[in-house]
């Protein structure tokens, strides 16, 4: 009896060791999520523990792995609210609009040849303002209104090239976008009329384009000539925003500025919800709204309570997205361990343990990059003008959607074809495990790459390896079991330094290490 | 319906008579055509694809197309075409040894899109559909991948879909299907030894040094246990052991050229381009359902004919020993070989510097091979004008080849397939009523 209670004892403590604690709600999101789980029976895991959050809250918020040292010191701090400053510490780094313009980018399809055909000068410049936009925090209505009003050349005024990815430029065609990318709404699926449609459509009706002298320039601009018939009545369309009421327009006035004005206005129902569950999406891994980018009143929120709570934050908050990743992820429905239990292991849309993904594409060879200290190299297929991409350059700030190579293709990075969500494809293959296993790609990175070369130098002992070698590519200490394992293993090993690289491989093999978790 | 019934109902002979005609008008027949052809399929007698894809633009001109009479502006150099071993084919003078089986192979003369711009025309040839807005389709060989690959009767290890060496590059060849549907590019060069196809053949890693990584793997891998039942780590087990069949079993000698006689190798030319012909003929072997060759360098803007005089030997050998090769295994009746690109070449040539003899896009008019798989040989489908700039008589359009070639594959080309968000596309032109394109009908005079 004595001899269990103390084997028990033992459990629990080991447990407690790695971190795990009971999720207790930390703020609004957690009484309205553990409210709705506790109606559904799905009991929330425990918090996942220290260095499973570090690593986390990086791939999440920044799309990149944490370094040894941020592991370490972040491990070593005895700070009672270090996950909150973690949080607001990544939220701070350049990283966070490097990532985020890279979602952007997919959504606006910012590639240079089909279908989007922007040119390679429009590219560079329409990231950047947008890379610019996320680093100033720019309030998020602002930055959709200057995407839908702005008037210029596609290469000094970066935002008009969000009328240009189209190969057909009908209203039709950018209200879809619009509806799509801004109100998380389908048109195919919306249930919209078409008379609805129509008038939604008149918004773009006078947007024109026009040629420059100069190679591929292009001025997007709003032309008080154009106008819209009903094909069927051959009568003037004027805009009607969805629900309301014909807007009365002067000759000269823009249209494109009514429609902002309607669209970001604090009553209008599908702006602030879009975004904030889309937020949610990309964070937890499924929409409170699900798919994300399908809003329909035949697709109702797992909680509309939780969905108004967000977007009346986002709207009091001044349109301010960092304030809604900060809601987010200071909660513990984001900090739950992924870990099931057997009460919650059946719950796929409850958010009662996080969801496990594979890294994206551009994350995971960056990541790959990061442990070996190699780059890769990016060329464009468009001669002129050229395309330089340092090796340097981290591949979350390729700019380009038609820049590709087999690595990225293979990993699901999205075509930049659709702006749906589901064009990046986050799924797993035989082919992308045999690439990470058995391609001279990764190989080369891991053998002959300074990075792994330097850590062995740096640590002698096989001990010290091992535990680096955990630290920096599983972003924690390897546990009793596992060092024996990998000591063992280089003990064996005809060199030290064959097992060590062997460690490396399998370790950066793992689906520890490929998934978020 | 009773299919015999709609087999033919139109004489071919008649629709070819009226040239070019539109989806919108005379398309009913052919529509017919197909409809009732898709549903038995009487012509389904190839297994699979060997695209071999120029990337740039070949000279129709200068390969399958020549115009002696034209003058020195549109000929060049290559003003002297051959006889081929079909009496009244005649082809460019450097390609000898595809003069000598031009029985083997149809020339399509009458390709023709109107569009000079690489990404355009590529996605037009590639997915034989007109572009539009709000879908991306797939390239032929991922609609082949989707149709015949896996959880569609293929279970070999090898993709069904497979690049030799590396992606088209233009746009998405997996287009809305996603990229499950991406080829499989291998890396690598098989001209030289080994090929080191990437993912499959590492080089410097023993067969025993894999079996010890992969215990150590296998033992370290703690998370995957701690999360056992989840769905996608046990498909990510899976795919381990899958991945390990290919790196340590049979499936890796499918890319052993090792083993294929020097004669052979000589024969098919010792360049990346003449090894990729003949790992082609490997896959086909091995029941790959759909490889394409991407073969860059036909963009001559300058130095054409120096550039031809390069790569057009490399073309003749490769593709003659590749049909030869197919031919004498018996695979040429189950192997399309569809060789061609995006478009043709400007026929006048730009004698000035800086192009020194160059010649610009071409979409008005270019030339296509093919050959097996159902495709009857010594034909020629369609005529251009003197100087071969126009098509004057029996377009063909990228989507009557594309509908053909998938015809011959046993794939309704009226079918559709499923899209991101839930629904269906069309995946050819011609079978969607929304697109108007201008069509010459299917390649029935060859099938």
Same mark, same amino acid.
């Given at each position: 009896?004595?001899?269990?209670?103390?084997?028990?004892?033992?459990?629990?403590?080991?447990?407690?060791?790695?971190?795990?604690?009971?999720?207790?709600?930390?703020?609004?999101?957690?009484?309205?999520?553990?409210?709705?789980? $506790?109606?559904?029976?799905?009991?929330?895991?425990?918090?996942?523990?220290?260095?499973?959050?570090?690593?986390?809250?990086?791939?999440?918020?920044?799309?990149?792995?944490?370094?040894?040292?941020?592991?370490?010191?972040?491990? !070593?701090?005895?700070?009672?609210?270090?996950?909150?400053?973690?949080?607001?510490?990544?939220?701070?780094?350049?990283?966070?609009?490097?990532?985020? +313009?890279?979602?952007?980018?997919?959504?606006?399809?910012?590639?240079?040849?089909?279908?989007?055909?922007?040119?390679?000068?429009?590219?560079?410049?329409?990231?950047?303002?947008?890379?610019?936009?996320?680093?100033?925090?720019?309030?998020?209505?602002?930055?959709?209104?200057?995407?839908?009003?702005?008037?210029?050349?596609?290469?000094?005024?970066?935002?008009?090239?969000?009328?240009?990815?189209?190969?057909?430029?009908?209203?039709?065609?950018?209200?879809?976008?619009?509806?799509?990318?801004?109100?998380?709404?389908?048109?195919?699926?919306?249930?919209?009329?078409?008379?609805?449609?129509?008038?939604?459509? !008149?918004?773009?009706?006078?947007?024109?384009?026009?040629?420059?002298?100069?190679?591929?320039?292009?001025?997007?601009?709003?032309?008080?000539?154009?106008?819209?018939?009903?094909? +069927?009545?051959?009568?003037?369309?004027?805009?009607?925003?969805?629900?309301?009421?014909?807007?009365?327009?002067?000759?000269?006035?823009?249209?494109?500025?009514?429609? +902002?004005?309607?669209?970001?206005?604090?009553?209008?129902?599908?702006? $602030?919800? +879009?975004?904030?569950?889309?937020?949610?999406?990309?964070?937890?891994?499924?929409?409170?709204?699900?798919?994300?980018?399908?809003?329909?009143?035949?697709?109702?929120?797992?909680?509309?309570?939780?969905?108004?709570?967000?977007?009346?934050?986002?709207?009091?908050?001044?349109?301010?997205?960092?304030?809604?990743?900060?809601?987010?992820?200071?909660?513990?429905?984001?900090?739950?361990? $992924?870990?099931?239990?057997?009460?919650?292991?059946?719950?796929?849309?409850?958010?009662?343990?996080?969801?496990?993904?594979?890294?994206?594409?551009?994350?995971?060879?960056?990541?790959?990059?990061?442990?070996?200290?190699?780059?890769?190299?990016? $060329?464009?297929?468009?001669?002129?003008?050229?395309?330089?991409?340092?090796?340097?350059?981290?591949?979350?700030?390729? !700019?380009?959607?038609?820049?590709?190579?087999?690595?990225?293709?293979?990993?699901?990075?999205?075509?930049?074809?659709?702006?749906?969500?589901?064009?990046?494809?986050?799924?797993?293959?035989?082919?992308?495990?045999?690439?990470?296993?058995?391609?001279?790609?990764?190989?080369?990175?891991?053998?002959?790459?300074?990075?792994?070369?330097?850590?062995?130098?740096?640590?002698?002992?096989?001990?010290?390896?091992?535990?680096?070698?955990?630290?920096?590519?599983?972003?924690?200490?390897?546990?009793?079991?596992?060092?024996?394992?990998?000591?063992?293993?280089? !003990?064996?090993?005809?060199?030290?330094?064959?097992?060590?690289?062997?460690?490396?491989?399998?370790?950066?093999?793992?689906?520890?290490?490929?998934?978020?978790? | *319906?009773?299919?015999?019934?709609?087999?033919?109902?139109?004489?071919?002979?008649?629709?070819?008579?009226?040239?070019?005609?539109?989806?919108?008008g005379l398309m009913l027949s052919d529509w017919f055509t197909l409809k009732a052809s898709a549903a038995v399929n009487p012509l389904a007698k190839a297994k699979s694809v060997i695209q071999v894809w120029l990337w740039g633009g070949p000279c129709h001109l200068d390969t399958f197309d020549p115009k002696p009479d034209a003058g020195y502006d549109y000929c060049g150099k290559f003003d002297k075409p051959i006889e081929t071993n079909v009496k009244g084919i005649r082809i460019c003078q450097m390609l000898p040894r595809l003069g000598q089986m031009a029985d083997k192979y149809s020339l399509l003369r009458g390709m023709t899109h109107g569009n000079n711009a690489h990404e355009v025309a590529s996605y037009m040839v590639m997915t034989g559909t007109k572009p539009v807005d709000g879908v991306v389709n797939p390239s032929v060989g991922a609609v082949v991948s989707f149709k015949k690959g896996y959880g569609a009767g293929y279970n070999g290890l090898v993709p069904p879909y497979v690049a030799l060496t590396k992606p088209q590059g233009r746009f998405s060849e997996a287009g809305f299907l996603g990229s499950k549907y991406q080829p499989f590019s291998t890396g690598g060069d098989p001209a030289k030894i080994p090929f080191a196809v990437e993912g499959v053949v590492a080089e410097g890693i023993t067969d025993a040094r894999q079996q010890?990584?992969?215990?150590?793997?296998?033992?370290?891998?703690?998370?995957?246990?701690?999360?056992?039942?989840?769905?996608?780590?046990?498909? *990510?087990?899976?795919?381990?052991?899958?991945?390990?069949?290919?790196?340590?079993?049979?499936?890796?000698?499918?890319?052993?050229?090792?083993?294929?006689?020097?004669?052979?190798?000589?024969?098919?030319?010792?360049?990346?381009?003449?090894?990729?012909?003949?790992?082609?003929?490997?896959?086909?072997?091995?029941?790959? /359902?759909?490889?394409?060759?991407?073969?860059?360098?036909?963009?001559?803007?300058?130095?054409?004919?120096?550039? *031809?005089?390069?790569?057009?030997?490399?073309?003749?050998?490769?593709?003659?020993?590749?049909?030869?090769?197919?031919?004498?295994?018996?695979?040429?009746?189950?192997?399309?070989?569809?060789?061609?690109?995006?478009?043709?070449?400007?026929?006048?040539?730009?004698?000035?510097?800086?192009?020194?003899?160059?010649?610009?896009?071409?979409?008005?008019?270019?030339?296509?091979?093919?050959?097996?798989?159902?495709?009857?040989?010594?034909?020629?489908?369609?005529?251009?004008?003197?100087?071969?700039?126009?098509?004057?008589?029996? /377009?063909?359009? /990228?989507?009557?080849?594309?509908?053909?070639?998938?015809?011959?594959?046993?794939?309704?080309?009226?079918?559709?397939? /499923?899209?991101?968000?839930?629904?269906?596309?069309?995946?050819?032109?011609?079978?969607?009523?929304?697109?108007?394109?201008?069509?010459?009908?299917?390649?029935?005079?060859?099938?």
């Open positions: 009896m004595k001899r269990l209670a103390t084997v028990v004892l033992f459990f629990v403590v080991s447990v407690l060791s790695c971190g795990a604690e009971t999720a207790v709600p930390q703020n609004r999101i957690d009484q309205l999520v553990f409210a709705k789980q $506790s109606e559904t029976g799905f009991p929330p895991s425990e918090l996942c523990s220290d260095a499973i959050f570090i690593r986390r809250v990086y791939l999440d918020v920044i799309g990149t792995l944490p370094t040894s040292k941020e592991v370490r010191e972040f491990l !070593a701090s005895k700070i009672p609210d270090k996950r909150r400053l973690l949080i607001d510490y990544v939220l701070e780094r350049d990283e966070f609009a490097d990532y985020w +313009a890279l979602k952007w980018c997919d959504l606006l399809r910012v590639k240079s040849e089909f279908p989007s055909n922007l040119w390679p000068n429009a590219v560079q410049t329409y990231q950047y303002w947008i890379l610019n936009a996320l680093r100033q925090n720019m309030p998020y209505d602002q930055f959709v209104r200057a995407l839908l009003t702005t008037s210029g050349s596609n290469f000094r005024d970066p935002p008009v090239n969000f009328y240009r990815p189209f190969q057909e430029r009908t209203p039709r065609n950018i209200l879809d976008t619009t509806a799509l990318v801004f109100m998380g709404v389908r048109l195919g699926n919306s249930g919209w009329s078409e008379e609805q449609m129509l008038g939604m459509d !008149a918004f773009f009706a006078k947007v024109a384009y026009k040629k420059t002298d100069e190679w591929k320039e292009e001025v997007v601009y709003s032309d008080p000539d154009k106008q819209m018939l009903n094909p +069927a009545t051959k009568e003037l369309v004027v805009p009607v925003p969805l629900g309301g009421k014909p807007i009365k327009l002067g000759a000269d006035d823009d249209p494109r500025a009514a429609f +902002a004005d309607w669209l970001t206005s604090p009553e209008n129902p599908w702006f $602030s919800k +879009a975004i904030v569950n889309r937020i949610w999406f990309w964070l937890m891994g499924r929409g409170i709204i699900n798919e994300a980018d399908d809003i329909r009143p035949d697709n109702p929120p797992w909680s509309p309570e939780l969905l108004a709570y967000l977007e009346k934050e986002l709207v009091e908050g001044k349109y301010d997205l960092k304030h809604i990743y900060r809601l987010i992820l200071n909660s513990s429905t984001y900090q739950l361990s $992924s870990i099931p239990t057997p009460q919650n292991s059946a719950d796929q849309a409850g958010f009662s343990h996080y969801r496990v993904r594979r890294l994206d594409a551009e994350v995971l060879i960056d990541a790959i990059c990061q442990i070996t200290g190699t780059g890769e190299e990016y $060329s464009s297929a468009i001669p002129e003008p050229f395309t330089f991409i340092p090796a340097s350059q981290r591949t979350i700030l390729l !700019a380009d959607g038609s820049i590709k190579s087999p690595f990225l293709e293979m990993f699901g990075r999205p075509g930049r074809d659709t702006s749906l969500e589901s064009d990046r494809n986050n799924g797993v293959s035989v082919f992308q495990t045999l690439h990470i296993l058995n391609s001279s790609h990764i190989q080369k990175k891991i053998m002959k790459g300074p990075g792994l070369r330097k850590l062995l130098t740096l640590s002698p002992t096989p001990r010290e390896r091992v535990n680096l070698l955990y630290l920096v590519i599983l972003s924690r200490t390897p546990t009793q079991e596992e060092q024996k394992i990998a000591l063992d293993y280089i !003990a064996s090993a005809d060199q030290v330094d064959n097992g060590s690289y062997d460690l490396a491989w399998a370790l950066i093999n793992t689906s520890e290490f490929s998934l978020k978790h | *319906m009773d299919s015999s019934l709609f087999q033919y109902p139109v004489s071919r002979r008649r629709v070819l008579q009226l040239g070019m005609f539109s989806a919108a010890s990584r992969r215990t150590l793997l296998g033992n370290l891998d703690t998370f995957a246990r701690s999360m056992e039942g989840n769905p996608l780590i046990s498909q *990510m087990d899976k795919n381990k052991q899958d991945a390990y069949s290919l790196i340590l079993g049979e499936a890796k000698k499918t890319f052993d050229l090792s083993k294929e006689s020097e004669e052979l190798k000589t024969a098919y030319g010792k360049t990346t381009f003449g090894q990729s012909c003949l790992q082609a003929r490997k896959l086909v072997e091995a029941g790959v /359902p759909f490889v394409t060759i991407n073969a860059p360098g036909w963009d001559t803007h300058k130095k054409h004919f120096e550039v *031809m005089a390069q790569k057009l030997p490399e073309l003749d050998r490769g593709l003659s020993t590749l049909l030869q090769d197919l031919s004498d295994r018996g695979l040429l009746d189950s192997t399309i070989v569809w060789c061609g690109g995006e478009f043709g070449r400007t026929p006048k040539i730009d004698w000035d510097a800086p192009w020194s003899g160059g010649r610009g896009h071409y979409g008005k008019a270019f030339s296509h091979l093919v050959a097996g798989g159902g495709f009857k040989g010594g034909q020629v489908v369609g005529v251009t004008s003197s100087r071969g700039e126009e098509v004057i008589k029996r /377009p063909v359009y /990228p989507w009557d080849l594309a509908a053909s070639i998938y015809e011959l594959m046993g794939i309704d080309p009226n079918g559709t397939l /499923p899209t991101p968000d839930g629904k269906t596309a069309f995946f050819n032109s011609l079978a969607d009523s929304k697109v108007k394109v201008e069509s010459g009908g299917l390649l029935r005079e060859i099938m």
